[in-house]
Structures are given as C-alpha cells and as structure tokens.
C-alpha cells in the first residue's frame, strides 16, 4: 500500500510518507491485536460471531466511515476552496443529528426507513443555511467555517431541546451524539459500501469540472463550466456522504478535515491525488482512532465515544493547522451594507421597543387557563419571578450586543460574534468539570467553575493570536479551534449518559428560569461596568476594522488595543454566559440590525446594539416563557430561530 | 395461584385508597421529583402540582395521575413563576432537583428525599423518603402498610420465581440496536431484584444506577443470565435486533431467557420498584 | 505636545530623510531584498520603480515600519527607525498602502479625520487645530464639495483624493506611496500625481512614491531609484535614468526615447 502511494505522490518528502506508512502499520497492528484479543477458543461458537459480527464489521465501518468522510471532506475543500471545510465545520453533522433525533421524536415510522434520508435533509439544510450566510462574503472560507459553527451550535441547542423534552429515547441521542461505531451485523457496512462507491463514481466522473474549480469562477465560466451546476452537485454528493455515515454511526467529527490535509503531507498535489488519498487517509486515521479508544477503554466499563475521541482531535488539528494555511484564508474585505444614515436621536426607537418589551415581559403572561394580564394581587406574586428575568435577559442582551460589536469591529468581518472566542464553550468545560467531580457543588461553585473554564479559554485564545498582532483571521481560527475542543470535551462528558449530562443539556440549552434577584442585579452590575467604558475607546473601534497595516500607519498600537477589546468582550460574553447560558446568537445579529437601521459610526452603533440586542432577548425570553406555557423553551434557542432567518434576509440583501 | 390472587388483591386495594386531602389548613403541596410524585400518589396524597406530568404518563404510568394536578413543565426548567402564583405551603425535592432549591425556598419550605446516591442501594432510601413524607403529612399508618406489603410482596414473588432465581438476572436498557446499558446493585431495578432473590449478573460498579452504554456483544459475557430489557426500547432496534444474527446468538436469546418489559421508571420510588417486580414476574412466568 | 510637536520635525537637512544599511528581507525559503544601502534626501520626490517582483513593494513597506527587516538598519530622520514611538512616528510619516482596505460605511470627513489620531490619540480632545487641519487637507485635495458621501460610494479617482486628504491630515513631513495609481486611468493618473508634486512643493514635503510607469515617473520625481531581483540596478536623476541602456537594464527588453514635443521631456516606449 505505501509503495502505491509513493508511486502516485509527485514530491513526497520521505517524512511525510514513512509518516503514513507509519500510521498504516500501527493501524493495522492495533486492529490485528484485537482479533487476536477476541479470536474464539476452539469451540466457542459465540465468540467466533462476535468476531464476526461485532469485531470485523467494526473494522470494516471506520474503514468506510473514515473513507467517506475524507471524501466528503477532500471534495468541501475543493469546491469551496476553503482549506478548512468539511462536514463538522459546515454544520452538516449537527444538521443530520437534528434531523434525526427530531424524527426518532416525532415520526418513528419514518425514522425506521427512511434514516439516511432523514439525514441527508437535516445536513443538506444546514449546508443551505451556511452557504445562505456567507454569500454575500463570496463564501469566503473563515465567514464560512464561522456560519458553520454557528449553525452547529444551533443545532445543538436544538438538540438538546428535543431531549430534555423528551426522556424516553435519551440513550439512543446521546450515542448518537457521541458516535460509537458499535456493530453487531453486516448491514451498515454493506449500505456504507453501496453508498460509498455510487459516491465515489460520480466523483470521478467529475473530476474534469472540479479540476476547473480551481480557478476563479469568473475564469470557469470562461472555459465553459456552469459553476453554480457543478458546485450544487459536489456539495450534495458530499453531504450524501456525512449523511449516510452520521445515520449509521452517529456523529463522527474532524475526519474530513483532517483526511485530505494529511494527504496533502504526505505529498499530494493534485486533486487526482488528494481524491484518491484523502479517504485512505481517513480510513486509517477513524481506524486508528477507534482502535486507540477501545484500548485505552479496556478494563473501564465507561468509554470514550469514538467520534468524541476523533473531535477531540478536531481542536488541535485546527491549531496545527493554522501557521499552515498562509496566505490562502485571507480575510477578503467585506463588502459593507451600506444604509442609509440615521440621525442619533432615531436612538429613542429602540430605546422605546425595550420599554414596551419590558412592560410586556413584566404585565403579560399565562396562566392555567390562557393570556392573561397580571394585576393587583397576582401581579406582587408574579413579579419577583418576572422581574430578575426580563432584567439578566435585557443585561445578558446587552452585554452580547456589545461584545458582537466589538468583535466586529476587531476583525472587520460581519460573521464575528462572541462565541467565536470559544468562551461559551470555555465555559461549559468548567461547568462539567464541576458537575462531574464535584456532584453535589453549590450554585456558587458552578458560576466559579463556569467562569475559570471561560478565562482558561480567552487566555488560550489570546496566547494563540497575540504572535500575529491578533491578525482578524488568526483571532478568529484561534477562537473556533479552542472552541471545538472545549466543545468536544463537553461532548464527551456528555456521551456518559449521567445526571451531570441533562444538568449539562439545561445549561447549552440556555435559560433564564434560575436567574434569582441577586444573579440579575450581578448581570446588570456586569452590563453597565462592562460597556459603559466603551464610548471612551470609540476611536479604537473606528480605526481597527480598516486593518492592521491601517491601525499601524495612524500610529495605533494594534495589538495593545485588539487584546484590551478582546478582553472586554471576552468579559462580556462570560458574564452573561454564567446567567443565562450560551446564548451567543445576539451577538451576530444586533450589531447587524444597529448598523442596518443607519446607526454606522462606533458609538451610535453601540447603543443601537446594545438596545436592540436587549429588547431582542427580552422578547426571547417572554416568548420562550409563554408559547409553550407550563413548559419553557430555551431562551437562546427561540432568540435563533426569531432573529435566524430575518438574518439571512440581511445578509442577502442587495 | 390463590397467593398469587391474595397478592394482587391487595395491591389493588392500596390502590384504591380515596385520596387524601392535603391538610385543610394550608395550602396544598408541590412535588418537582417524579419518584417522590410517585411516592405521594402511593399513599394517597394529591399534589396540588408536579413536574413533567405529559411524559410521567408515559413512562411512570402507575400510580395513575388523578385529575387536576397542574403541570409545572420540565424537571430541568421548572416553570418557578407558575409555582408561585399556587402559593403552595410545602415543596417535596430530591437530590436530582436541588439545584432549584435556593429558589424553591423563596416560595416556600421544601422537604428534601434523596433515593439515588452514587454506589448505594435505592430501596431503603426509598421506604425512608414514604416513612418521611407520611410523617410530615400524617400519614405513618398508611406508608407502614403500603411499606409491608411492597416488602412482602417482593418476598413473595420472589419465592413464585425460584426456579427463575437459580440463574442471574442481567437488568438492560436498550439505546438503539448496538447498545445497551445495565442496571447495578445501586438501581432500583438491581435492589428489586436482590430482594426478591435473584443475584444481579452485572457485577461491575456503576455511577448513578445505569452504567454507561456498551456495545451489544458484552452480552457475552453473561451466558447464564436471564436478560430483562425495561422499556422504553427504541422502535429501530425493536425492528432490527429480532434480525441480528448476533442478538440471536446470545445465549439467553437462543435459549428463550429473555424478556421484554413496559416502560418502567428507572429513577422511581416504591410503586415503581413493585411495578417493577410485578411485571417481571408476569413475563418471567408466561415465557416460562 | 509642544516638545512633542518640535520632535517631530527634526531639523531636515542636516541628516538624510532616509539611511539603509545593509537591510535584507526573507521569506522562508526566499530572500526578497538582499543587504541594500540606499540613502533618500530630505525634501525631495523620490521615485521607486522595477519589474514586478524586484522588490519596491516590499522595501516602502519596510519604510512606513509596516514590515521589518531581517537584518540591517534603517535610520529614518536621523534616528532608528525601529526605537521610534508609534504615534510619534505616525506624525512623521504618513503611508498609502497599494491595496485601501474598505472604510467600514464612513463618509469622507470622518475618514479623513482619522489622520488626526497620531496627534490626538485615544482619549484626547479633538481640538480646533485638529479641525482646521482637516478642512485643509480637504480643500488641498479638492474633496470638500463631497465630505458627507460615504467613501466606499465614490469612484477610484475620488477614493484616491480622499486617502491623501487623510495622509496630509496627518500633518507628516514624509508620505510614502505605494503604487497610489495603479487603480486609475490615465487622466486620472496624471491629476494624482500633479497634485502629489504640487503639495509637495507646497508644504516642502519628503516624497516616497513607487510607480510602475517610467514616464510617470520621470515626470514628477527627483530623483529615480530602480530595482531588480532585491538589488538597486540604476539611482539617480530623471535624466540619468532616462537612457536606452539603462532602461534596458532596468526592465530587461530593448527600449528606445524620444523627446516630447511640448516639454522637451525624454519619453520611453518599447521597440
């Protein structure tokens, strides 16, 4: 096999080839040792089907799994042009665990036939959503992999909705969630094989096309290609790919971004080339990982789910990757939404949306039997529960707003928010980690938890940037890199099934129900300590989204003001991740609707943001409250799925 | 068959005790834990409001929800703001609802029973949450029989499978066709079982009850138990594992040792733990 | 700030606008400028010209500091062009990159007042000065009649005027271009540069300018500077430079002059 792809590799160092040959062999000796650990006694009819049919087909579906996602991954890269493209980062995974899990919950008969094609149309939909997102950046890689997470993230609020809501199959979503490769037939191997070959003859077929791609569109087009054609028709054989595989494995992440990269080490050039070695690549690498898990899970009754174990990888793998990239994931300028300006006393408008909001929130609910408006004597029982939330939800909104902002402005690119700091994710480590060692820790010690597990993350972040000058794309990978492995850790965590796992659900959920009069009046503290400083840095905020070599020429110290704005936000974003959970999705959107509504310069945008971004949640939150009354949806999730697609509607107006 | 008869007739009858009224002189009380729910409904007391009640229907199903108790939503996102407005005078929670504790206590007293404690027995903690909550409601003699009668009927069941019982019991969960998770001896359906006289095949530790989900061939490793799989079993792998090669191999499945049982609340009380035996005992004896 | 102010204008003639020593640059595996010496005049227009890939880029960049060398010196008005303060330095030198990044929605007043920030920094007031600064800056380059437009609505020509507008709002005894006209047309060309000589007659400016026509070049600068392949092929005034041979040398393809009927400049063109 390694003389094959000495043969087929133009250049290959001879590092990087005894590097795949080495990785092929330990591959091959782990799995071998486990035949060896599991072949039968003579005799011993049951242990000759378990090799059979549980120790083989295992093999065989990594090998498939880790195939068909390296192609997925090889073929993202190649028509996105986009380096670090694959089925995790573009949210196709999370889309078609969605889809799943919503369908196991709600139409069963469908889910029993018809589960690859369940999550086909959950991963293709997140796809849609991504690239719906990024267009008008022309699909720029980094805003790319940034809708991405974003919709990931949303799928998995969602996720974890549909099963707190719904006990009964919860075992089943957290293997999924986990990705386990698990077999005990020959059946997902056999459809894994089916699809994977169709896939891999329709990829060869268009190879001619996709050697196009390579260049521009414009020249494309040129030479006769319909590029939208050819584009729609890879990215939905990739997306049949993850989904065929998200079906019967679950979510396994990270190998179709890690697949075609380590055969471009190993010295493919060409897209023949990396077609054919990326899921070679993936296969060893999935089967490595899995066998790595089994052995270190020997003897522990509790393991590590495989595709927890492959995103644990996902994180670093970024990291490495990231001085490797040069100069291919430049930011490209934005190309402004230029409105038209509004004068700052049009400031008052959402000034006034919050007050009516917040009378809204505090005067109208429900109760037993339907809306109703608190008055009198039901209005002194109501409101000291009403009143905390609508306050940490407007401080919460506030403090996202502002951190948006920031980050927008700091790396002058329109998909920033705070999550892309990987602090809510910082955060959820730290609550975890609390929630598992320490199970019977008092509310005080999660927030401490939260909170170090959220400084640990922005430190990381910082360390990571601060050797480039905090550069836009380099702040922006290093915040997505940390945040997946933060978020891979939570997934792990997870997958153990325990009650740490649904007070862990509850948390990325996001909720305002626990906030007490003391936690809101903190969050409002935070708030007006965290932003009021802002306006004094204004020309910071000015001046650094025109770009390092700008900043520089002015006499601006760049890194010293990046890493003081990134600090705020990062404060920003923690502490209104304490109260109310992760609920970044603000963060994006009200800096946008500020802008859009005329408030253009630093300060009136800030104040534009941090109203609307207020009133924003408050609504959220009044929504999340009432629609399902006695049951509460997640606040963060409904501000989602409010403000999602009115996003969209933004992002692609002309 | 005539104790079999004795037995269920008195089961029946603590059933249809009329359910007794809160005390009259305050308000009614509020329960945010589905075994203490249970535990409450057993000795005849109706909660003015509980938690989760759509999905208790499914699951829990017994005892049967009277009528008229308000729903206050999920056990992880209590609705506190509908609680308060009931104004109840005493809230009952356990350790799996502590985490509203800070919050509950502003609305009212809340009483605290922990049933599942990392690495020990569920049934005795059980009993002591009944015992617990019949004192403070006045109800000592009701709970000392309902408490007997669980014992002696678990005793009794268990004498009825003595045949059964000469082989372990493996206690299983299914999460889709290619996982399972097993009840140890600090799970309600692993203390059941213990008491009834049955010694649970799962002998490795497990946190909380369930062990984390491990692949289907472990199965193997038990090829003289008797496998009881509690439901609720997901509809894919109820389609799937009658045609697994590798399912049917399993010894207690070639050799018809396996039972199915309903939904049965692995987090519950007392009328969970004899809801437990008793369909146990009804599948154990009609595949016999 | 009146120490300050003295300080940034140190007195001109007595040192050299710039002096290099021995300054290479790197990239890993490439060497793009290769230990270069090379002293500018205070006061004077100096043209940086080559083929593509000779370097010029990459040596104003090191100018403005927005790149620093991998070995070697630059001294800029006397001093170590490295040990100077960032605002300090940004009230000396003011830079045009070749590629203008977008203006994030602003409109051209605000835009231009950025220049300002080198004497006011982050918290100071903006004062009277700062504003009389602005509104000559925008007269000087023809941009009032359209300060409140957004600048990323106007045409190349325009957005052009408007980046110099901000680099003399910066009040700088030195600019330094980067291909300031790579954008424009022809007529376009000639209105920037004309302007870029007059203000720089006007306020005694010292001028780095790299352009990619040799005429252009001739035209308005100096003194011409040429590069090739990290190395400076030919230095020395419009005339020295303007000469078959040495154009030859330059650009590596046969050339030829001829004088220009009007001017009585020498004009280049490609045999």
């Not at chain 1, 008008?136 to 993230?153: F, Q, W």
């Not at chain 1, 890194?559 to 990062?570: C, D």
């Not at chain 3, 040192?15 to 004077?44: K, N, T, W």
């Not at chain 3, 977008?102 to 504003?131: I, Q, Y």
Request: charged share 15%.
């Amino acid at each position: 096999m390694s003389l094959n792809r000495l043969r087929l590799a133009t250049t290959p160092t001879l590092s990087a080839t005894l590097l795949l040959a080495g990785l092929g062999l330990l591959t091959a000796m782990l799995f071998g040792w486990q035949i060896v650990g599991d072949w039968p006694a003579p005799g011993d009819r049951l242990a000759g089907l378990i090799l059979f049919y549980a120790t083989l087909p295992r093999g065989a579906v990594a090998l498939l799994a880790g195939a068909a996602l390296g192609l997925a991954g090889a073929l993202m890269q190649r028509v996105l042009r986009n380096p670090i493209a694959d089925p995790s980062t573009l949210g196709v995974v999370s889309g078609a665990q969605l889809a799943m899990s919503a369908a196991l919950l709600y139409a069963p008969g469908l889910m029993a036939v018809a589960r690859e094609g369940v999550a086909f149309v959950g991963g293709a939909l997140a796809l849609f959503l991504v690239v719906a997102l990024s267009w008008r950046r022309a699909l720029d890689p980094i805003t790319v992999v940034l809708s991405g997470m974003l919709i990931s993230l949303i799928a998995a609020a969602f996720s974890a909705t549909l099963i707190l809501a719904n006990g009964e199959y919860m075992m089943s979503m957290f293997i999924w969630g986990g990705g386990s490769l698990e077999q005990q037939s020959w059946a997902p191997t056999i459809s894994l094989v089916i699809r994977f070959v169709l896939a891999a003859v329709v990829a060869g077929l268009l190879i001619r096309p996709l050697e196009l791609l390579a260049l521009d569109d414009a020249n494309a087009r040129a030479l006769g290609l319909g590029v939208t054609g050819t584009r729609l028709a890879v990215l939905t054989l990739s997306v049949f790919l993850a989904a065929s595989v998200t079906a019967e494995v679950g979510v396994i992440g990270f190998i179709g971004l890690a697949a075609p990269n380590l055969a471009r080490m190993a010295g493919a050039r060409t897209l023949r080339q990396i077609l054919f070695l990326s899921p070679i690549a993936g296969a060893l690498i999935l089967l490595m990982t899995d066998g790595l898990v089994r052995l270190v899970s020997l003897g522990i009754s509790q393991t590590v789910p495989t595709g927890a174990a492959t995103a644990l990888l996902g994180g670093p793998l970024l990291l490495w990757l990231l001085p490797r990239l040069g100069g291919s994931l430049r930011v490209t300028q934005q190309s402004v939404v230029l409105a038209a300006r509004a004068a700052s006393w049009r400031l008052l408008f959402p000034a006034l949306l919050l007050l009516v909001l917040a009378a809204c929130a505090l005067f109208v609910g429900k109760n037993g039997e339907g809306w109703a408006l608190a008055t009198g004597h039901i209005l002194d029982l109501v409101v000291p529960w009403r009143a905390p939330r609508f306050i940490a939800a407007a401080a919460a909104g506030a403090m996202l707003a502002a951190a948006g902002v920031l980050m927008q402005r700091i790396t002058g690119n329109a998909m920033a928010s705070p999550e892309v700091l990987g602090i809510s994710s910082g955060a959820g480590v730290g609550l975890a980690a609390v929630l598992v060692f320490m199970p019977a820790a008092s509310r005080l010690v999660e927030l401490g938890g939260a909170a170090a597990g959220a400084v640990i993350a922005i430190l990381l972040v910082i360390a990571l940037s601060a050797r480039h000058r905090f550069a836009a794309e380099r702040l922006l990978l290093s915040g997505i890199a940390v945040g997946s492995l933060a978020g891979a850790l939570v997934t792990v965590v997870m997958a153990r099934g325990g009650p740490e796992s649904l007070r862990l659900l509850n948390w990325l959920s996001g909720s305002t129900s626990r906030v007490s009069p003391e936690d809101a009046m903190t969050a409002l503290a935070a708030a007006v300590l965290f932003i009021a400083p802002l306006p004094l840095l204004a020309r910071w905020l000015q001046v650094l989204p025109l770009g390092l070599s700008f900043a520089q020429s002015v006499g601006l110290k760049r890194s010293l003001a990046a890493s003081i704005l990134v600090l705020i936000a990062a404060l920003l974003s923690a502490a209104s991740t304490l109260f109310v959970g992760p609920l970044s999705f603000v963060g994006l959107m009200a800096p946008h609707m500020a802008r859009l509504a005329g408030f253009v310069r630093p300060i009136p945008q800030l104040i534009g943001a941090v109203l609307i971004g207020a009133a924003l949640m408050v609504l959220a939150d009044w929504m999340a409250r009432t629609l399902a009354f006695p049951y509460q949806l997640p606040i963060g999730l409904v501000a989602a799925l409010v403000g999602g697609p009115y996003l969209v509607w933004l992002l692609n107006r002309r | 068959m005539r104790t079999r008869r004795n037995l269920l007739q008195l089961f029946a009858g603590s059933l249809a005790l009329p359910f007794a009224s809160a005390r009259a002189d305050e308000g009614g009380i509020a329960i945010v834990d589905w075994a203490l729910l249970e535990t409450a409904l057993a000795l005849g007391l109706k909660p003015m409001a509980a938690v989760e009640l759509v999905l208790y229907q499914k699951i829990v199903a017994e005892p049967a929800l009277p009528d008229g108790i308000i729903d206050l939503g999920l056990r992880g996102a209590l609705n506190f703001e509908l609680l308060a407005t009931l104004q109840p005078s005493l809230i009952y929670g356990s350790n799996y609802s502590a985490w509203a504790n800070d919050t509950l206590m502003r609305m009212a007293p809340v009483r605290e029973f922990s049933i599942y404690l990392r690495g020990q027995a569920p049934f005795e903690k059980a009993v002591a949450a009944m015992r617990g909550m019949a004192g403070d409601q006045g109800l000592q003699a009701r709970a000392e029989t309902y408490i007997s009668e669980t014992e002696h009927f678990l005793a009794a069941t268990g004498e009825r499978l003595a045949r059964q019982r000469q082989r372990p019991i493996l206690i299983i969960n299914l999460g889709d066709a290619r996982h399972f998770r097993a009840f140890g001896s600090d799970s309600m359906f692993g203390d059941v079982a213990a008491r009834m006289g049955f010694v649970n095949s799962w002998a490795t530790r497990t946190a909380y009850s369930a062990a984390a989900p491990v692949g289907l061939e472990s199965l193997a490793d038990h090829p003289d138990a008797i496998i009881a799989v509690v439901g609720p079993v997901p509809p894919e792998a109820a389609r799937t594992l009658p045609q697994s090669a590798l399912w049917r191999a399993m010894p207690a499945v070639r050799e018809g040792r396996t039972v199915w049982l309903p939904n049965i609340n692995p987090f519950g009380g007392l009328p969970a733990a004899r809801r437990f035996a008793r369909l146990l005992a009804e599948e154990l004896k009609r595949v016999a | 700030m009146v120490a300050e102010a003295s300080a940034a204008r140190p007195a001109a003639s007595k040192h050299a606008l710039f002096d290099l020593a021995g300054v290479s640059f790197r990239v890993p595996g490439r060497s793009i400028i290769e230990s270069l010496d090379l002293r500018m005049e205070a006061g004077q227009i100096h043209g940086l010209i080559g083929p593509n890939g000779s370097g010029k880029s990459t040596l104003v960049k090191m100018l403005a500091r927005q790149e620093v060398p991998a070995s070697g010196r630059i001294h800029f008005c006397g001093e170590d062009i490295q040990s100077q303060g960032d605002r300090v330095f940004a009230r000396r030198l003011a830079y045009l990159p070749q590629f203008m990044p977008s203006t994030d929605g602003m409109n051209v007043e605000e835009f231009v007042a950025l220049g300002r920030f080198p004497w006011h920094g982050t918290f100071g007031r903006f004062t009277v000065v700062d504003r009389a600064k602005v509104a000559e800056a925008m007269d000087q380059t023809g941009v009032t009649p359209f300060r409140a437009r957004l600048v990323d609505t106007l045409s190349g020509g325009e957005r052009q005027r408007v980046w110099l507008a901000l680099l003399l709002a910066q009040d700088t005894q030195c600019l330094v271009l980067d291909e300031p006209t790579s954008a424009l047309d022809i007529s376009h060309q000639t209105e920037m540069l004309d302007l870029v000589r007059n203000l720089a007659r006007k306020r005694g400016l010292s001028v780095v300018v790299v352009l990619h026509d040799i005429n252009m070049a001739a035209r308005i600068c100096d003194r011409l500077v040429a590069m090739g392949s990290g190395r400076i092929v030919a230095d020395g005034t419009p005339a020295d430079i303007m000469r078959a041979d040495v154009l030859e040398r330059i650009y590596g393809i046969s050339m030829g002059l001829f004088t220009h009927p009007d001017s009585g400049i020498p004009v280049a063109f490609v045999r």
